[in-house]
């Protein structure tokens, strides 16, 4: 009876999505020694000069959770916490990757949010591309994150919807605060057609129909329906209105809040493609926006940049491999590439 009702519990988390496949370029390694690896990060970091390879070649071979242990194998043969070690011993944009990789994805994430928030002014461009893109479940981990964090020399106890809400506004801030909360509904298996019709009508008659828009409407339909049903409104909204979903984002609202709808149905539709497209943008001109791209390869290696590669090379016509070895140098291209993993 236990096998089957396990089996029971399996087969309805398959089927109403459970967690999403993922399809990572860094994998946990065979033949693992903490301690071994310990010992080769104590070397590297008391050699003369730093031996960046080393450190280098470890830490973007291995899991997360195999990083956790070899930091925790550190500790007791140093006697010091071994991102503090990092930090001292590695600079750059090679140090944001290597102290990026410390962190959990969800702390990652949280971290990130706080540093766009951070001081005077706020980085919008960052809040909206982890705001809006991260699934539910990732977004309830950051948040779980984002109050625990504790690293370093700084702690921060503080809510995500606070920070968000203290340095944001108007109806950007309503559509940010929203997604937040994390109210959207689980993919289901029943496809609910009224409700369908419903919803790409209300969007409809939101925006492009009347004067102006009714802003709260859009995001309620946007930050709470799953997104399999989503994308079958934007594919009925088509039946209603002489634009689609995202030119009519377009001529209806502008700045920030425009961004981050867009986003939004960016990665409804394809969130690797909308990555892809993130990297290219950033590395367009000579050198590269390094905060970007740093930030997308370290929190998608163990998620989904396999699947972001291929939609790269889709779009690109030259592998992200490639690209990155054409705009970065150094250290920092060496730990990019080998998070990266491969060309294609
Ligand atoms: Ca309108």
Redesign the pocket.
């Known amino acids: 009876m236990a096998l089957v009702s396990e089996f029971l519990k399996q087969l309805t988390l398959t089927h109403t999505g459970g967690k999403e496949p993922t399809f990572p370029t860094v994998r946990p390694v065979g033949d693992f020694d903490p301690s071994r690896d310990a010992v080769r990060i104590d070397n590297a970091i008391k050699t003369k000069g730093v031996d960046e390879q080393t450190i280098i070649d470890i830490l973007t071979r291995r899991s997360y959770e195999q990083r956790s242990q070899i930091a925790f194998e550190y500790e007791k043969i140093a006697r010091k916490d071994m991102a503090t070690a990092l930090k001292g011993a590695l600079s750059g944009s090679v140090e944001s990757v290597m102290l990026g990789l410390m962190k959990s994805p969800a702390q990652y994430d949280a971290s990130e949010l706080k540093g766009s928030m951070k001081g005077l002014g706020t980085d919008e461009e960052t809040l909206i591309e982890i705001v809006c893109s991260r699934s539910t479940q990732e977004l309830a981990e950051i948040k779980l994150a984002y109050r625990e964090s504790k690293y370093y020399y700084l702690m921060f106890k503080k809510e995500l919807e606070k920070d968000v809400a203290g340095d944001t506004s108007g109806d950007f801030a309503k559509l940010l605060m929203a997604l937040v909360q994390t109210k959207r509904e689980e993919p289901s298996n029943v496809v609910d057609y009224d409700k369908i019709d419903h919803d790409a009508r209300a969007l409809y008659e939101a925006?492009?129909?009347?004067?102006?828009?009714d802003v709260v409407t859009w995001i309620a339909i946007m930050s709470e329906r799953s997104v399999p049903h989503l994308q079958k409104v934007f594919d009925r909204y088509k039946s209603y209105s002489p634009y689609d979903i995202k030119e009519s984002i377009r001529k209806?609202v502008k700045g920030d809040l425009e961004k981050s709808f867009l986003t939004l149905v960016e990665c409804f539709e394809n969130r690797q493609l909308y990555f892809a497209s993130r990297l290219s943008e950033a590395m367009k001109s000579k050198g590269a926006k390094e905060k970007v791209v740093t930030r997308i390869i370290v929190s998608r290696c163990e998620v989904d940049l396999m699947k972001i590669r291929s939609e790269f090379k889709r779009q690109n016509g030259k592998s992200l491999y490639h690209t990155i070895s054409d705009h970065t140098k150094g250290d920092y291209q060496k730990a990019l590439l080998s998070l990266v993993g491969g060309d294609d």
Not at 208 to 213: A, D, I, N, S
């Open positions: 925006g492009v129909k009347r004067k102006g828009t209806e």
